[in-house]
């Protein structure tokens, strides 16, 4: 389907959105499967236009979020399970 076709079939029928990228638990990115315009959420929780900000804004975002999750799985791994028979004593 060309561009303008893509367009046409979003403004009668509305857009076909899809989750194009996980940047934290709460915030995507998503992109219509016809004419490619993109969103995001924004700080409210509710779906804006992705523009050259909020691309660099959700990259940063992105960078702390794995950054945190990395930290607190090491702090997982490195803790020890309970053992059970020394609390039944």
């Given amino acids: 389907m060309e561009i303008a076709g893509s367009k046409l079939y979003c403004s009668v029928f509305g857009h076909q959105f899809q989750v194009s990228k996980n940047v934290t638990k709460y915030i995507k990115e998503y992109r219509c499967n016809c004419c ?3 969103l995001t959420t924004n700080g409210d929780g509710k779906l804006t236009e992705l523009t050259p900000k909020f691309e660099e804004i959700n990259k940063i975002l992105e960078h702390i979020y794995n950054k945190r999750v990395l930290r607190l799985q ?12 020394s609390i039944s004593g």
């Fill in 74 to 85: 090491q702090r997982m791994s490195k803790s020890q399970p309970l053992k059970l028979d």
């Fill in 36 to 38: 490619k315009k993109q």
